[in-house]
C-alpha cells in the first residue's frame, strides 16, 4: 500500500494532513479468530446486559500497564450472539500476534443490541443505554486489569463511525486518540454547528478516513468536521480514499502507519486520571440523560392536535420551512413511527430515522418542505384492524395533510409519505386509501395487502427490509415487490443482509434515500379521468 501527500483544491480544506491512498498491495490475511477472544457479558448500573469480546495481551503481566482499544462494530453486527462483532478485521488486526509482539494491548469488541446503536440520538432508550453500558464497561475493565488511563483508544466503522463522535462527546477526556471510518457527525446539525459541537472534543487526537464514493455516508462530512477540529485548535487527520465507497475497514485498518501514529498518542499529563476521576465520570454518566445540543430536533417542530367530528384526537408534530413565503409552493411529508413510539407525550415519534431524514437542516436548507410527524395512541396502530378495518388514526393523519394544504402554500405534486415497522405498514396502506395521491413513499420494515397492489402501483414506492428480521417477515415485503411490479408499478426494494428488524438506520441514512424521495415528483401524465382519492373522515 502506497501514501503519498496531496493538497486538496477546495478552500479551507489544503492545510489539514490529507492524504490518498493507492491500492496495489493485497488483502491482508488475518491469522486469528473470533475464538482468540474471550466471550464475556456485562450488566451496567441500570441492569442492561452489554455482551462484549475481550482479548488479553498474552504473558500478561500485572506489574505492567497496557493500553486499551475499543473497537466498535457497523449496524449489519448487531446482536447477542457475541460473536458477529469479534470476526470484523477492525477488532482481529490489533491481536494479530505481529501486531501484539509489537504493541501488546487489550482490545474491547462490545456488541449493540439489535435495537439500538451506538450514539445518542435517542430513537428508543436503549440507544442512550448502549453507550452508558459501554462506557461503564469500561470502567470495570480498569479496575480487573492493570490498563494504561492514558493510553485508551477509539475506533468504529459505519454506525461505529458515526456513534464514536458521540461517545467522545460524552467522555473527551478519556480517551487518547480516537479513529473513525465512514462515520458522521450524526446530530442532525447545520454545516455552522460543526465548530460548536466538535469544541467538546476538539482536543482529542483523530484520524478519520472516508471513502471518497460513499454512498451511504457522503466524505465531506468527514472533512467538515476535521476542518472545524483544526480551526478550534486541533490537529485532525483526514484520510480521503479515492475510489472507494462504504466498506474501507481492510483498506484501513492494515496501514502501519496508522498503528504507529495510534499508539504513539497518550493523554497529557495536565488532563487527571485515577481512580477518583472514575467515580467521579461514573457518578456523572449516571446523571447524563442526553447532552443538550441533542434537544434541538424538538425545537424545530410546534406541538398540535387534531380532533375528528367523532371527538376522535391525534397529536402530530409540526415543522414549518425556515423562512416560509406563501408566494412559493412546498413538499410536504408525512412520517409514521414505529410502534414503541406509540402513547400521548407527543415527543417520541420525533426520534424516528425518517423524522430525522426529514427534518435534517442540511436537507432542510436545500429543499425546503412541510414535515407532520404524529402520534399514535399507545394500544393503537396505523395498520388495519383484524376485520380489514383502516386505522382511524390514519385517517387522522392524513385528514391533517388535507389541512396543511388548505392553509398553507402546498406543491400537490410533490406530497410524500415515510415509515418503519407499524408506520411502514401504515405506508402501505395510505397508498391504498388514496391512490396517486402521493409523489412517492419510503416503506420500511412493514407489510402491506398484495391484493391492493393495484391501487399502490399509482405511487413510486422505495420499500427496505432486514433479511433476519425476526418481527416482520421479509417475505412480506418481496411478496408486495412482486404484486407492485405485476401490477405495472414503479417499485424498488432494496433488502439488507443479515439486518434483523430495525432496518431504518440503513434505510433511511443514506443520502441517496432522500435525494430519491424529494426528487420525486407526481406524474402531470396521469390519465385526467383517474381521480385522486381521498378517503374523507368527519371533521373536514
Not at 222 to 244: D, V
Not at 418 to 438: H, K, N, T
Request: charged share 25%.
Amino acid at each position: 500500500m502506497n501514501i503519498r501527500n496531496f493538497n486538496i483544491g477546495m478552500a479551507g480544506l489544503a492545510f489539514f494532513s490529507f492524504f490518498t491512498l493507492g491500492f496495489a498491495a493485497k488483502a491482508v490475511e488475518l491469522t486469528v479468530t473470533a475464538d482468540d477472544f474471550e466471550p464475556r457479558t456485562f450488566t451496567d448500573s441500570r441492569g442492561e446486559s452489554l455482551p462484549y469480546r475481550l482479548f488479553v495481551p498474552k504473558n500478561y503481566d500485572q506489574s505492567k500497564s497496557y493500553p486499551l482499544i475499543v473497537t466498535l462494530h457497523g449496524g449489519q453486527k448487531r446482536g447477542n450472539d457475541n460473536r458477529k462483532q469479534a470476526t470484523l478485521i477492525g477488532a482481529r488486526i490489533w491481536i494479530e500476534p505481529a501486531n501484539q509482539a509489537k504493541n501488546p494491548c487489550f482490545v474491547f469488541a462490545p456488541q449493540c443490541p439489535s435495537d439500538s446503536k451506538w450514539g445518542l440520538l435517542i430513537e428508543n432508550p436503549k440507544i442512550y443505554s448502549a453507550v452508558r453500558s459501554l462506557l461503564e464497561a469500561i470502567d470495570a475493565l480498569e479496575k480487573e486489569f492493570k490498563i494504561d488511563r492514558r493510553r485508551i483508544y477509539i475506533t468504529g466503522h459505519s454506525m461505529g463511525g458515526t456513534g464514536l463522535y458521540s461517545i467522545i462527546a460524552t467522555q473527551p477526556d478519556r480517551f487518547a486518540a480516537a479513529v473513525p471510518l465512514s462515520g458522521r457527525l450524526d446530530w442532525g446539525i447545520e454545516d455552522h454547528d460543526f465548530k460548536q459541537h466538535a469544541s467538546l472534543f476538539a482536543h482529542v487526537p483523530i484520524w478519520t478516513f472516508h471513502g471518497g464514493d460513499d454512498p451511504r455516508n457522503d466524505p465531506d462530512n468527514s472533512r467538515r468536521m476535521a476542518q472545524a477540529i483544526k480551526e478550534l485548535g486541533g490537529n485532525p487527520k483526514c484520510t480521503i480514499l479515492p475510489g472507494k465507497e462504504h466498506d474501507i475497514p481492510p483498506d484501513v485498518y492494515p496501514m502501519p502507519e496508522l498503528h504507529e501514529w495510534l499508539f504513539a498518542q497518550r493523554l497529557p499529563d495536565s488532563i487527571p486520571v485515577g481512580n477518583e476521576v472514575s467515580a467521579k465520570r461514573a457518578g456523572e454518566l449516571k446523571k447524563l440523560e442526553i447532552l443538550p445540543v441533542f434537544d434541538r430536533i424538538k425545537n424545530r417542530f410546534v406541538e398540535k392536535k387534531y380532533k375528528d367530528g367523532s371527538g376522535r384526537t391525534l397529536a402530530y408534530q409540526f415543522l414549518v420551512p425556515k423562512q416560509y413565503d406563501p408566494s412559493k409552493s412546498y413538499p410536504l411529508a408525512l412520517s409514521l413511527h414505529s410502534r414503541d413510539k406509540c402513547g400521548d407525550d407527543n415527543k417520541a415519534q420525533l426520534f424516528v430515522m425518517g423524522t430525522k431524514m426529514l427534518s435534517h437542516m442540511q436537507n432542510q436548507a436545500i429543499n425546503p418542505c412541510f414535515v407532520v410527524v404524529p402520534q399514535c395512541p399507545k394500544g393503537q396502530t396505523w395498520e388495519k384492524s383484524e376485520d380489514g378495518l383502516n386505522s382511524p388514526f390514519l385517517q387522522c393523519a392524513l385528514n391533517i395533510l388535507d389541512l396543511v394544504e388548505k392553509d398553507y402554500s402546498i406543491d400537490s405534486d410533490r406530497i410524500y409519505i415515510v415509515g418503519c415497522d407499524i408506520g411502514g405498514s401504515g405506508v402501505w396502506e395510505a397508498l391504498a386509501m388514496r391512490p396517486g395521491y402521493f409523489a412517492a413513499a419510503l416503506t420500511a420494515c412493514g407489510q402491506g395487502d398484495p391484493s391492493q397492489a393495484e391501487a399502490i402501483a399509482k405511487t413510486p414506492v422505495w420499500a427496505f427490509h432486514g433479511s433476519d428480521d425476526k418481527i416482520v417477515d421479509p417475505q412480506k415485503t418481496r411478496f408486495m415487490v412482486k404484486a407492485l411490479e405485476n401490477a405495472g408499478g414503479k417499485v424498488r426494494y432494496t433488502e439488507f443482509p443479515g439486518v434483523g428488524h430495525g432496518c431504518w438506520y440503513e434505510a433511511f441514512s443514506p443520502k441517496e434515500t432522500y435525494e430519491w424521495l424529494i426528487s420525486q415528483t407526481r406524474s402531470n401524465t396521469v390519465d385526467s379521468k383517474t381521480k385522486i382519492l381521498k378517503t374523507e373522515g368527519p371533521g373536514l
